[in-house]
């Protein structure tokens, strides 16, 4: 049975942990996200580092899909959203600790319905010998 991905609900609860510890939250998000409508002139290295806390941003949404917020970068006011999963990270701005976020994190395990035939893959195949 598949279950949802947990990444928006790990990046709600690591939010909510960090502005509950007076602290700022800042999100690193892969700009190079298709559908990503972020400040392309802050982004380094196809990454762009957002501040997310409640002073930085109006309407903020985490949602399961999207984070969409309104801010303003260089007095300009702009609408500013992309998926879930083009967030790598969320942390406190003061002290680094949060959580880090990567493609994986939501690859459901494999199938434990029993021994896989891996021989053709030319992956190591280990049995349990009694």
Same mark, same amino acid.
């Given at each position: ?9 790990? @990046?709600?609860? &690591? *939010?909510?942990? &960090?502005? /509950?510890n007076q602290m700022t939250p800042y999100v @690193?998000?892969?700009?190079?996200? /298709?559908?990503? *409508? &972020?400040?392309?002139?802050?982004? $380094?290295? %196809? ?5 997310? %806390?409640? &002073?930085?941003? #109006?309407?903020?949404? @985490?949602? #399961?899909?999207?984070?969409?917020f309104n801010a303003r970068f260089a007095g300009?006011?702009? $609408? ?10 969320? *942390?406190?701005? $003061? #002290?680094?600790? %949060? ?12 199938? /434990?319905? %029993?021994?896989?035939?891996d021989s053709k893959s030319g992956k190591p ?6």
């Amino acid at each position: 049975m598949s279950m949802t991905p947990s990444q928006p609900y790990l @990046l709600r609860a &690591i *939010y909510d942990w &960090i502005v /509950d510890n007076q602290m700022t939250p800042y999100v @690193l998000v892969n700009a190079e996200n /298709d559908a990503a *409508y &972020i400040p392309r002139d802050y982004v $380094e290295n %196809g990454k762009i580092v957002l501040n997310v %806390g409640p &002073i930085a941003v #109006n309407a903020l949404e @985490l949602g #399961n899909d999207y984070v969409a917020f309104n801010a303003r970068f260089a007095g300009k006011p702009m $609408e500013v959203s992309f998926p879930v999963n083009a967030v790598l990270a969320i *942390y406190a701005k $003061e #002290n680094g600790q %949060g959580m880090v976020f990567n493609e994986a994190d939501d690859t459901p395990p494999p199938d /434990d319905d %029993g021994p896989d035939d891996d021989s053709k893959s030319g992956k190591p195949n280990l049995k349990l010998v009694k």
